[in-house]
């Protein structure tokens, strides 16, 4: 058994991937044409390679995941033709405004770490661009490495989160993604303040089809405990619990 105090705070879990950038960075698009591209190499057609994506995608929650259970496939290769060929930094730059709302979190009330599917290079990648590596104290990232490694909205996945950051208690998870389908998995395993992030009069790629964004079932109707924002700043109004300045 532990011999650490344990730590009361709650803990803030950010998404990293279009919700710590806007998707208007097309980053999405890149990576799914990357993607597109991997399952091609594979031999198969553009169509087969477009219905397979998307399959996994929706299956998985992230095409890899299928990609390693159905083919003789490196993750590590993948992710360096995929992830780790995006010119981020031609696509991203440092936006102070999410620089101060990292700033602005109360840390003697709250814990924050990032929560992503990507891989580790990747995720840094992003937060260095970002400047954004000292505002998390905490990365759970999908291990490639792993065989049969597990990536979000698997129920596996947010409990190792918990056990990486050492938190025991549901409702003291905080966490906001882009993804509807993330967010419906950790509302599964009982994370209380789950926000969904869906920018306004965007478009995003998933599981290799463009979106616009905001199309998914409504956070309303579905579950009533899901609030949603359209800007990341939009976060102090349904979380003001754990922001210095509570009066914005
Ligand atoms: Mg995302």
Redesign the pocket.
């Known amino acids: 058994m532990s011999t650490e105090a344990l730590d009361e705070r709650v803990i803030v879990w950010f998404?990293?991937?279009?919700?710590l950038y806007s998707a208007s960075s097309k980053i999405s698009h890149a990576m799914g044409e990357r993607i597109h591209e991997y399952f091609v190499n594979l031999g198969l057609s553009h169509e087969e390679a477009s219905e397979l994506h998307l399959k996994y995608y929706s299956q998985y929650g992230l095409a890899l995941r299928g990609l390693t259970r159905h083919h003789d496939i490196d993750p590590l290769d993948f992710d360096r033709k995929c992830d780790g060929s995006l010119p981020l930094e031609d696509m991203i730059k440092f936006d102070p405004a999410v620089r101060r709302l990292f700033e602005d979190i109360d840390r003697s009330k709250a814990r924050v770490w990032a929560l992503t599917n990507a891989y580790k290079p990747h995720a840094q990648r992003v937060l260095r661009i970002l400047q954004l590596e000292d505002q998390i104290e905490g990365l759970v990232f999908c291990d490639y490495e792993i065989p049969d490694f597990t990536c979000k909205p698997e129920a596996e996945y947010y409990k190792m989160a918990m056990r990486q950051a050492n938190a025991t208690d549901p409702s003291k998870c905080y966490f906001v993604?882009?993804?509807r389908g993330n967010i419906d998995g950790a509302r599964a395993q009982g994370w209380a303040r789950c926000v969904h992030f869906r920018e306004r009069g965007l478009e995003a790629v998933e599981g290799g089809r463009t979106k616009q964004i905001g199309d998914e079932r409504d956070a309303e109707i579905i579950d009533k405990a899901v609030e949603t924002v359209t800007t990341l700043d939009g976060l102090r109004s349904v979380w003001p619990e754990i922001f210095k300045d509570s009066r914005r």
């Open positions: 998404d990293i991937d279009n919700t993604d882009d993804s």
